[in-house]
């Protein structure tokens, strides 16, 4: 199965893909994650693509595009079924992902549109930890470690991202709200958009998803 997560920031993309990881052993591509290693790593596009992840903006199509396509031709794992998350972000983006997709003739499944209300954004966003080491998210009060600040599965430290602060998430929104409408538009007009509540559980979103699968007998065909 071939996935990709739309929905704002905080709807719990993220999230969602870890349930679908475990579930359905489906490869969690993540642009963010990628994006964030190549800065870890300090390599030329992670020198490059600092400036706009620090402010909230997009960092520029050709970036991502060129991560992606790398990923999805080159990586393996990716054969048997993935998600990709926070990716794509704009028409472009969704346009040239149909282009790779062509090529290898694998054609996306569903683009599954997370809607979620903005109270409950802000209060996710504000409170989300991260695992450095092996990226498990946490929330402090929806879902804090057992340990202040300690990763449940690998005791690395749980950290706070630098963009999750009050004023970046605000540009995120805004940035969300200016490019959105086109990316869910492109997906519903080929009749691939299923939209989930994002404000529920995420075990309740994910127990919808499995229905819609089933349905469609999605997973007799791959
Ligand atoms: P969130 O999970 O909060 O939506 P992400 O981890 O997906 O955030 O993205 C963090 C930042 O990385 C974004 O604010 C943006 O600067 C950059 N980014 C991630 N994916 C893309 C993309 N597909 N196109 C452009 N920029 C992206
Ligand atoms: P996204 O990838 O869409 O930006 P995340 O999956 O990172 O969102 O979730 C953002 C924050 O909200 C995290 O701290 C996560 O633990 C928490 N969270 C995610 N989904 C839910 C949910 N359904 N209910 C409560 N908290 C959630
Ligand atoms: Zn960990």
Redesign the pocket.
């Not at 994006?35 to 402010?55: D, H």
């Given at each position: 199965m071939r996935l990709v997560?739309l929905?704002?920031?905080?709807?719990?993309?993220?999230?969602?893909?870890?349930l679908l990881k475990e579930g359905l052993g489906l490869v969690h591509i993540?642009t963010?994650d990628m994006l964030r290693e190549e800065m870890k790593k300090e390599t030329a596009t992670g020198r490059e693509v600092k400036k706009f992840i620090e402010k909230g903006e997009l960092v520029p199509d050709e970036f991502v595009i060129r991560l992606i396509e790398k990923k999805l031709t080159s990586d393996k794992r990716v054969g048997h079924g993935y998600m990709l998350?926070?990716f794509p972000r704009t028409r472009k983006q969704a346009e040239d992902l149909d282009r790779i997709l062509g090529q290898i003739r694998q054609p996306l499944d569903y683009a599954l549109y997370?809607e979620?209300t903005l109270p409950?954004?802000i209060?996710?966003?504000g409170?989300?930890?991260?695992c450095r080491n092996c990226g498990t998210?946490?929330?402090?009060r929806?879902?804090p470690p057992k340990k202040e600040k300690v990763c449940d599965l690998c005791g690395a430290e749980v950290y706070q991202r630098a963009d999750d602060n009050e004023a970046t998430i605000r540009t995120r929104m805004d940035v969300y709200l200016k490019n959105t409408r086109s990316v869910i538009d492109y997906y519903n007009a080929q009749g691939k958009l299923k939209k989930l509540d994002?404000?529920?559980?995420?075990?309740?979103?994910q127990a919808v998803l499995m229905q819609i699968f089933h349905e469609d007998h999605k997973f007799n065909k791959h």
């Amino acid at each position: 199965m071939r996935l990709v997560l739309l929905g704002p920031p905080g709807a719990g993309k993220g999230t969602l893909a870890a349930l679908l990881k475990e579930g359905l052993g489906l490869v969690h591509i993540s642009t963010g994650d990628m994006l964030r290693e190549e800065m870890k790593k300090e390599t030329a596009t992670g020198r490059e693509v600092k400036k706009f992840i620090e402010k909230g903006e997009l960092v520029p199509d050709e970036f991502v595009i060129r991560l992606i396509e790398k990923k999805l031709t080159s990586d393996k794992r990716v054969g048997h079924g993935y998600m990709l998350d926070g990716f794509p972000r704009t028409r472009k983006q969704a346009e040239d992902l149909d282009r790779i997709l062509g090529q290898i003739r694998q054609p996306l499944d569903y683009a599954l549109y997370m809607e979620s209300t903005l109270p409950v954004i802000i209060q996710r966003l504000g409170g989300r930890r991260v695992c450095r080491n092996c990226g498990t998210l946490y929330h402090i009060r929806n879902k804090p470690p057992k340990k202040e600040k300690v990763c449940d599965l690998c005791g690395a430290e749980v950290y706070q991202r630098a963009d999750d602060n009050e004023a970046t998430i605000r540009t995120r929104m805004d940035v969300y709200l200016k490019n959105t409408r086109s990316v869910i538009d492109y997906y519903n007009a080929q009749g691939k958009l299923k939209k989930l509540d994002g404000d529920k559980d995420s075990e309740e979103v994910q127990a919808v998803l499995m229905q819609i699968f089933h349905e469609d007998h999605k997973f007799n065909k791959h």
